[in-house]
């Protein structure tokens, strides 16, 4: 129940915001712990993953990625829908610099990530990916 005499930016900006948000000065403004998760890839780089959080970290499988050659998996999800944003990126273990990585295929239930290799050489890492969902609208 809303007090009459706040206005909706109020009650957004005193009671929805913080209980999705963590931002404190001198920090980034994120997810709260509670909305994100992990998961590990099982069998190979293309095996898709499920991850019901709005944000979370993929850790890929170790299989060896072609010099020049990408890979795309689905990563199944209950938070996102077809039109909201879903930022990836190369979070950490693994070669900076060698991975390319894009999310796409953005739909009701899931989206797609894409990894390619853009060194001159054969990669056989398990980076870990970041993503985040922005929902739209």
Same mark, same amino acid.
């Given at each position: 129940?809303?007090?009459? /005499?706040?206005?909706?930016?109020?009650?957004?900006?005193?009671?929805?915001?913080? &209980?999705?948000?963590?931002? @404190?000065?001198?920090?980034?403004?994120?997810?709260?712990?509670?909305?994100?998760?992990?998961?590990?890839? *099982?069998? #190979?780089?293309? $095996?898709?993953?499920?991850?019901? /959080? +709005?944000?979370? @970290?993929?850790?890929?499988? @170790?299989?060896?990625?072609?010099?020049?050659?990408?890979?795309?998996?689905?990563? $199944?999800?209950s938070k996102v829908?077809?039109?909201?944003? +879903?930022?990836?990126?190369?979070?950490?273990?693994?070669? @900076?610099?060698?991975?390319?990585?894009?999310? /796409? $295929?953005?739909?009701?239930? #899931?989206?797609?990530?894409?990894v390619g290799n853009v060194?001159?050489?054969? *990669?056989?890492? *398990? &980076?870990?990916? /970041?993503?985040?969902?922005?929902? *739209?609208?």
């Amino acid at each position: 129940v809303r007090a009459t /005499n706040v206005s909706t930016m109020d009650y957004l900006r005193l009671f929805i915001l913080p &209980i999705l948000f963590e931002a @404190a000065a001198g920090s980034a403004l994120g997810v709260v712990t509670a909305q994100t998760g992990s998961v590990t890839q *099982a069998t #190979s780089k293309a $095996t898709g993953v499920t991850l019901n /959080n +709005v944000a979370g @970290a993929i850790t890929m499988h @170790a299989a060896s990625l072609a010099a020049a050659a990408e890979v795309t998996f689905t990563v $199944t999800n209950s938070k996102v829908s077809a039109g909201d944003v +879903v930022l990836v990126n190369h979070g950490s273990a693994g070669t @900076a610099g060698t991975y390319v990585v894009q999310a /796409n $295929t953005i739909a009701d239930g #899931s989206f797609k990530i894409s990894v390619g290799n853009v060194s001159g050489s054969g *990669a056989s890492e *398990a &980076i870990v990916l /970041n993503f985040m969902i922005f929902k *739209a609208g």
